[in-house]
């Protein structure tokens, strides 16, 4: 993706592999700014708009270290059953509390993203919901001794050892990774960078 006759430049708000790994996968270049500031999710709102305004936080924060032309990306992810948030396990042992929770239930992922630019910011927030078959304690303990939940909402990865609970998906599988592609591209041409390097007038007009 790019904008036609000026350099892309992107600049990811997020130290996560995950969303390091999706950028690559679908081409898109960029460089990390991880933001530091404490995230303040005990904010009175409901979890779409949440995730929304952290990412933003997250996405403004960043914009004061990188160069004034940079594109900020920024987004972040949470996991809600029955209207608990489930962020990242701080144990082994809540960890375990997580996934028993989730065994065998539906539960909602929600993912807000922010692009900034100078003044212009666009936010949004994509939700998933994710059904979970019935988990044994074994499985559970011996998904906590991989690791992999430590650093994930909600105490599972979908990309890795965690697909192996899941047994249903609605809404776009890319929302509970972490980053929305085909929200990002829908959102890129706002600030005149378009999927593949097209141009075509349709999407010209679509510039806000």
Do not use: N, W
């Amino acid at each position: 993706m790019k904008k036609e006759g000026i350099p892309l430049s992107i600049v990811l708000a997020s130290q996560s592999p995950r969303r390091q790994a999706l950028l690559q996968q679908i081409g898109l270049p960029f460089r990390v700014l991880a933001p530091k500031g404490e995230e303040k999710t005990d904010l009175p709102l409901p979890p779409g708009q949440l995730v929304q305004r952290l990412s933003k936080q997250k996405a403004q924060e960043v914009a004061q270290q990188a160069a004034p032309g940079d594109l900020i990306l920024a987004a972040d992810t949470m996991v809600v059953l029955d209207d608990l948030p489930l962020g990242k396990p701080k144990t082994e042992t809540e960890a375990k509390q997580m996934l028993q929770l989730l065994s065998g239930r539906t539960h909602l992922v929600y993912t807000g993203i922010c692009l900034l630019r100078g003044d212009h910011c666009v936010t949004d927030t994509m939700e998933a919901s994710v059904t979970f078959r019935s988990l044994s304690d074994l499985e559970i303990g011996a998904y906590v001794q991989t690791g992999e939940p430590m650093d994930k909402a909600g105490a599972y990865g979908i990309q890795g050892k965690g697909a192996l609970f899941v047994s249903r998906i609605e809404g776009d599988f890319y929302t509970v990774m972490g980053l929305p592609l085909c929200r990002l591209a829908e959102l890129l041409p706002k600030f005149g960078y378009f999927p593949f390097g097209s141009t075509l007038e349709g999407e010209k007009e679509g510039l806000t």
